[in-house]
C-alpha cells in the first residue's frame, strides 16, 4: 500500500505562489509515476502535473505551464507542485496521486493511490 498527504495549501492573492508537498509512506515498489490533480466545484478533475519517479521525466498541463513545476525529494519520499503567478481559476483542491505503471509513461490514466487533498484558494 502506499499512503499521501498533501499540505502547503491555503489561501493566497492572485499573482502569488504556493509549494504543495505530498508526504508519501509505504511502499515505493507499489508506485513509479506520481502527479498532482486538481477539481474545483463544478468541474472535472483535471490532471495537472506528473512526474517518473524513476527518471524524474515530468509532464505539466498546458493551463499551468510556465507557471507550476513539479519535483520530488526521492531520499524524502516526497513530492512537491511549486505554483507561481496563481490565477483565482487556480482556485481547487488539489490531490497527490500515485501508481505503478508499467513502461513508466506518467501522464494522465487512471492513478491508484490517492491523498484526502489540500484546498488552494486564490483571490482576486
Known amino acids: 500500500q502506499v499512503q499521501l498527504v498533501e499540505s502547503g495549501g491555503g489561501p493566497v492573492q492572485a499573482g502569488g505562489s504556493l509549494r504543495l508537498s505530498c508526504a508519501a509512506s509505504?511502499?515505493?515498489?507499489?508506485?513509479?509515476?506520481m502527479g498532482w490533480f486538481r477539481q474545483a466545484p463544478g468541474k472535472e478533475r483535471e490532471g495537472v502535473a506528473f512526474?517518473?519517479?524513476?527518471?524524474?521525466?515530468?509532464y505539466v498541463a498546458d493551463s499551468v505551464m510556465g507557471r507550476f513545476t513539479i519535483s520530488q525529494d526521492y531520499a524524502k519520499n516526497t513530492l512537491y507542485l511549486q505554483m507561481n503567478s496563481l490565477k483565482p481559476e487556480d482556485t481547487a483542491m488539489y490531490y497527490c496521486?500515485?501508481?505503478?505503471?508499467?513502461?513508466?509513461?506518467?501522464?494522465?490514466?487512471?492513478?491508484?493511490?490517492w491523498g484526502p487533498g489540500t484546498q488552494v484558494t486564490v483571490s482576486s
Open positions: 512526474i517518473n519517479t524513476v527518471n524524474s521525466i515530468s
Open positions: 496521486a500515485a501508481v505503478l505503471r508499467l513502461g513508466g509513461y506518467c501522464r494522465g490514466g487512471d492513478y491508484k493511490y
Open positions: 509505504g511502499s515505493t515498489t507499489r508506485r513509479n509515476c
